[in-house]
């Protein structure tokens, strides 16, 4: 019996994978701030018979304190860690601040994942397969990272944007783990699922959304199929520390969406917001 962290584990993909593992016969913690959701979740866990091995750990993912909240809440119940799987995400068309002060997208997509990954890599590092797998859109959009206004103070702000430059920032994440965790068995998977049919689309403004519903009507993965070959690379990771995905396609990590220079120059930066942020 294997043991899952899912942030936003309680829709979309995430779910999809946390009800996948139970049906097999782990343990998940489904991390989400909606609490209806999260008992949802719970009571689809009962009807497949897997209630004593689900549970639901309800957080705010966009706050500092909440991010580490649930790494102290992990490090102190559960007696071991097989996978984090870093599913949380929530496309903001209007510029919105968290509590925090920091932008909404790059707190909740991008800074969650830095926090609890890092916070949790010792703990995880203990299991027999230790894996991070990590979904986001490696060779997928275009994006880049506001280096010197990340939080879209200055720069005019565009929800794509805010997008993709979490995206871009989560892809350098997954290149940086192995520096800052040289000795450990931990194996990062960053991921593209490509397009999915979830509810990504609620958050857009129309027409957009009643294309972007329209789209994944006649084209999007259902999230049964889609999770398939998310499962075996959980399952068997590659060898190498960290590797990238877009489906079933091995991406090239030589390629400037993983370069090592930025990937310090983001940890270095990260480091500086989170010692802003007041506990």
């Not at 706050?63 to 996978?83: C, P």
């Not at 968290?98 to 926090?115: H, I, Q």
């Not at 989560?170 to 699922?193: A, E, K």
Request: charged share 25%; glycine share 8%.
């Amino acid at each position: 019996m294997r043991t899952y962290l899912i942030t936003g584990g309680t829709d979309g993909m995430g779910r999809g994978l946390g009800l996948h593992f139970l049906e097999r016969g782990d343990r998940v913690v489904a991390v989400a701030s909606g609490e209806a959701k999260g008992r949802a979740f719970l009571e689809a866990a009962q009807r497949i018979g897997a209630a004593e091995r689900a549970r639901f750990l309800r957080a705010d993912l966009s706050t500092v304190a909440g991010m580490e909240a649930v790494a102290a809440e992990a490090e102190a119940t559960l007696d071991r860690i097989d996978g984090l799987v870093f599913a949380t995400q929530r496309f903001q068309q209007r510029r919105t601040l968290t509590d925090d002060g920091l932008e909404y997208t790059f707190a909740l997509s991008y800074l969650s994942r830095f926090v609890i990954g890092h916070a949790l890599a010792d703990r995880l590092a203990e299991a027999p397969a230790p894996v991070i797998f990590n979904l986001g859109a490696p060779g997928g959009f275009p994006g880049r990272i506001f280096w010197d206004d990340p939080h879209f103070e200055r720069e005019p702000y565009k929800g794509m944007k805010a997008a993709t430059q979490a995206s871009r920032a989560i892809d350098l994440l997954g290149t940086d783990f192995p520096r800052r965790h040289p000795d450990s068995r931990v194996r990062y998977v960053l991921y593209n699922p490509m397009f999915v049919k979830t509810g990504m689309a609620a958050p857009l403004p129309q027409p957009k959304r009643a294309l972007t519903e329209a789209m994944a009507f006649l084209f999007a993965q259902r999230v049964p199929k889609a999770v398939a070959p998310m499962t075996r690379l959980i399952d068997t990771p590659p060898n190498e520390p960290v590797s990238a995905f877009r489906r079933r396609k091995r991406l090239n990590m030589a390629s400037a969406d993983f370069n090592p220079e930025s990937a310090a120059r983001l940890h270095d930066l990260t480091m500086e917001l989170l010692n802003r942020v007041p506990r």
